[in-house]
């Protein structure tokens, strides 16, 4: 019987036989999502870039379908958006059908009359999204700038008048900058926000959404994410965001820690998208049902991502997470829940309660790819958690120090960590309860752990390369015992 391929992940996106990095062009339409990535059509390392484009309707099963768009020899596809443009504002739409509006970077080669330059370019689609045009009057914004890129545009609503709104950043500046349009084809200079916060590497990939803080709608805030590369509170690839107010031309932040170029002494006071190594270029869907907020994010780091052993594919996606906003000590931080549920899909689950443990504790029901909930309470243990993807004490452990207000993500015995110098880490984010006890939620499949910690107040996301046969799970407590009110091991093979 043929293997299956290593690594491959069972409950994530992954192309075929090719690279993939950003998730581009997010969008919900007609009843299906649409996932375009940057991608080489033609190999499994960086370059070529173009957009390649996957579906679903449950963000779950991916279908690859054809690269959408297409470098030449002018110019890379870099990363971008969509938007439905149901007034057809561009006029890109036929009497029958508004036209769906990619907003990209031309990353602009030697051949260019703009070599060297990054500007904002369209291209539409009247089949819903298969096939594009490149519009002929690109680029639509030019700042004559080498480092100008990745537009997130949608559609700004204010009780007077409607209009596109982009974020784009200027990379090298640790700036996001904001332009203005009635027809997507001519942008009007509106604000820019930063440096703030993390500025250890160049600003990319940024997105501006409106989300009601508590559930509460009259209490309606606006979170700006911006990625970050290198910099991030565990090294390399990352995302951070702020939370403030934008009333349709200028994003004030009423989270900023440090205006300015960053404190790397007070990188752990930032707001993270993400704790662990890879969760990258995050970006939220435009026109989510039911107003729903999903983000999605490349699932790795630029430090050492194309020396991943996969093949001939590389690089995943993470799950999709809805974010909502919810106070926490008195301030407006973003909360996550993975999307994993799927209709009809048969889990078989085995529970335990009131589980004592010291010392490691193997348990019955660990797999490849699974839903990991447990809940901890310390007792007098200095640390305690899981062991996952194990081989025995040997494994990806997940642990919290109570003590010291930290949750981790131990990869440096996961597996096949050697392929680079670099990926083999302990990687930590504070975590507090209020109430003495520790939940976590935990996704594994062949190549990733994802951990929403405390109800996805803090997450971790990372990458191991296990064994196929390390599927064992277990427990454990240092330095003391800890209990386990409850744990529930869900196989979703
Ligand atoms: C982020 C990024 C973007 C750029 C794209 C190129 O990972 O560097 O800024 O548009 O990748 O592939």
């Known amino acids: 019987a043929p293997t299956r391929e290593a690594f491959r992940p069972a409950m994530h996106y992954a192309s075929k036989d090719t690279w993939l990095n950003d998730p581009n062009g997010l969008i919900f339409h007609d009843g299906t999502y649409h996932l375009y990535y940057q991608n080489n059509p033609f190999g499994n390392v960086w370059g070529n870039m173009s957009w390649g484009h996957a579906t679903s309707t449950d963000l779950l099963d991916w279908t690859e379908q054809p690269v959408a768009i297409a ?82 545009v949608f559609r700004y609503n204010s009780p007077n008048e409607a209009y596109w709104v982009m974020v784009a950043v200027e990379a090298q500046d640790h700036t996001v900058v904001l332009y203005r349009s009635h027809d997507l084809k001519t942008w009007d200079y509106l604000s820019s926000f930063g440096p703030a916060n993390a500025t250890g590497g160049v600003w990319e990939c940024p997105d501006l959404f409106p989300l009601p803080l508590d559930g509460n709608e009259d209490q309606l805030k606006w979170v700006l994410t911006v990625n970050l590369n290198p910099g991030g509170p565990n090294s390399g690839s990352s995302g951070q965001y702020f939370v403030g107010h934008f009333d349709g031309v200028t994003f004030t932040s009423e989270t900023t820690v440090t205006d300015g170029m960053q404190d790397p002494l007070r990188l752990s006071e930032y707001q993270w998208l993400d704790w662990g190594r890879d969760y990258y270029a995050a970006v939220s ?116 120090r109570p003590g010291d207000g930290l949750i981790h993500v131990d990869r440096t015995a996961s597996g096949n960590t050697a392929f680079h110098e670099s990926f083999a880490s302990m990687d930590t984010a504070p975590l507090q309860s209020e109430d003495g006890t520790y939940s976590l939620r935990i996704f594994v499949d062949h190549c990733s752990v994802e951990v929403f910690a405390q109800d996805g107040q803090v997450t971790l996301t990372e990458l191991i390369f296990p064994a196929p046969d390390s599927v064992s799970v277990s427990a454990y407590a240092t330095g003391g015992s800890a209990t386990v009110p409850s744990l529930e091991l869900t196989s979703l093979a």
Not at 85 to 109: Q, R
Not at 337 to 350: D, I, L
């Open 71 to 152: 470098c030449d020899e002018v110019e890379d596809i870099f990363s971008g958006s969509i938007v439905h443009d149901a007034g057809n504002t561009s006029g890109f739409g036929t009497e029958y059908t508004s036209p769906l509006v990619a907003v990209y970077t031309s990353a602009y080669k030697g051949s260019s009359q703009h070599a060297g330059i990054q500007a904002q370019s369209l291209a539409f689609s009247t089949d819903g999204g298969y096939t594009w045009t490149k519009h002929d009057g690109n680029p639509v914004l030019n700042r004559n700038s080498p480092e100008f890129r990745d537009p997130k």
């Open 285 to 400: 869907f435009n026109d989510a049902p039911d107003g729903r907020r999903l983000m999605i994010a490349w699932m790795n780091n630029w430090q050492y991502s194309s020396a991943i052993p996969t093949s001939p594919w590389r690089s995943p996606m993470s799950l999709v997470r809805e974010v909502s906003l919810v106070t926490v000590n008195g301030q407006p931080r973003l909360s996550q829940v993975a999307v994993w549920e799927k209709e009809g899909s048969p889990t078989s689950t085995v529970a335990y309660e009131e589980l004592d443990v010291d010392g490691i504790l193997p348990l019955d029901g660990g797999a490849a790819v699974q839903l990991i909930d447990v809940r901890f309470v310390p007792g007098s243990a200095e640390e305690f958690g899981l062991i996952v993807r194990g081989n025995g004490a040997k494994g990806t452990r997940i642990g919290i």
